[in-house]
T-cell receptor
Framework: GENVEQHPSTLSVQEGDSAVIKCTYS??????FPWYKQELGKRPQLIID?????GEKKDQRIAVTLNKTAKHFSLHITETQPEDSAVYFC???????????FGAGTRLTVKP | KAGVTQTPRYLIKTRGQQVTLSCSPI?????VSWYQQTPGQGLQFLFE???????NKGNFPGRFSGRQFSNSRSEMNVSTLELGDSALYLC??????????FGPGTRLLVL
């Protein structure tokens, strides 16, 4: 089955700096790659996703890039703000999203 | 539309007991997935149901089971509870082949 690895496990940045989180996946059949943000005590919330037919997607301060050949994808957050502090999870799944596997998570801390 | 709901939100059980958790998906969503979240293991996939059929199952023992009803509501059951089953259990619903939306979770504590 799919195996997703995520790095780093913790990341601390200064407000205004950029943050990058990277994930690799093992199943070349995976074609859907969402990113979730989970604040303390809350449910994971989708922040951006990308499908395998696209190499990059951007939504305001966040962007995701996908390299299918290398089987890795990354989350980029620019101009970080303290409210970006949370745990971020990457995930990968194949057709039908019936087997979504998550990375172990990255705890991002943005220092004011 | 109302979001994904889960009941109960908190539960305390003792070892050896069984527990049933419930998940109501967003109206119109036919797929429901279940995950176990623990500090050490992250989000672990339990199983996914679509139109009352289990389509996929993660690497959990047979003590973990689930089902889905004709109205897409889903339940998961854990029998013979162990201390290590203490976790946040999240369900997520999605329309076919689309993004998953998570419920608030049920926090289970096994004593």
């Amino acid at each position: 089955g799919e195996n997703v690895e995520q790095h780093p496990s913790t990341l601390s940045v200064q407000e205004g700096d950029s943050a990058v989180i990277k994930c690799t996946y093992s199943d070349s059949a995976s074609n859907y790659f969402p990113w979730y943000k989970q604040e303390l005590g809350k449910r994971p919330q989708l922040i951006i996703d990308i499908r395998s037919n696209v190499g990059e997607k951007k939504d305001q301060r966040i962007a995701v890039t996908l390299n299918k050949t290398a089987k890795h994808f990354s989350l980029h957050i620019t101009e970080t703000q303290p409210e970006d502090s949370a745990v971020y999870f990457c995930a990968a799944s194949g057709y039908n999203n019936n087997d979504m596997r998550f990375g172990a998570g990255t705890r991002l801390t943005v220092k004011p | 539309k109302a979001g994904v709901t889960q009941t109960p939100r908190y539960l305390i059980k003792t070892r050896g007991q069984q527990v049933t958790l419930s998940c109501s998906p967003i109206s119109g969503h036919r797929s429901v997935s279940w995950y176990q979240q623990t500090p050490g293991q992250g989000l672990q996939f339990l199983f996914e149901y679509f139109s009352e059929t289990q389509r996929n199952k993660g690497n959990f023992p047979g003590r973990f089971s689930g089902r889905q009803f004709s109205n897409s509501r889903s339940e998961m059951n854990v029998s013979t509870l162990e201390l290590g089953d203490s976790a946040l259990y999240l369900c997520a619903s999605s329309p076919s082949q689309e993004t998953q939306y998570f419920g608030p979770g049920t926090r289970l504590l096994v004593l």
